[in-house]
């Protein structure tokens, strides 16, 4: 998907993006569009699956995620 978050990133910092914020906003928009059409796609093809699989309550950008694996201490 074209222009990308790298793309995006290089067009700002050499000015030729000036709406930052609409950048980014029309790639969150394009981002999510993509995936709630593989999401119907893989419904169509008979998968048990939905936009709330992508969805992680208690989730704190903020701490470290750790997994309950004993390689991950």
Not at 17 to 44: C, N, P, Y
Request: negative net charge; without cysteine; aromatic residues 10%.
């Amino acid at each position: 998907m074209q222009p990308d978050l790298g793309t995006i990133l290089t067009g700002i910092y050499t000015g030729q993006i000036k709406g930052v914020q609409a950048a980014f906003m029309d790639l969150d928009a394009r981002l999510q569009s993509a995936l709630e059409q593989g999401v119907k796609q893989a419904q169509q093809q008979g998968h048990k699956v939905s936009l709330d699989d992508y969805v992680f309550p208690g989730w704190d950008i903020t701490k470290p995620y750790r997994w309950s694996i004993p390689e991950y201490p």
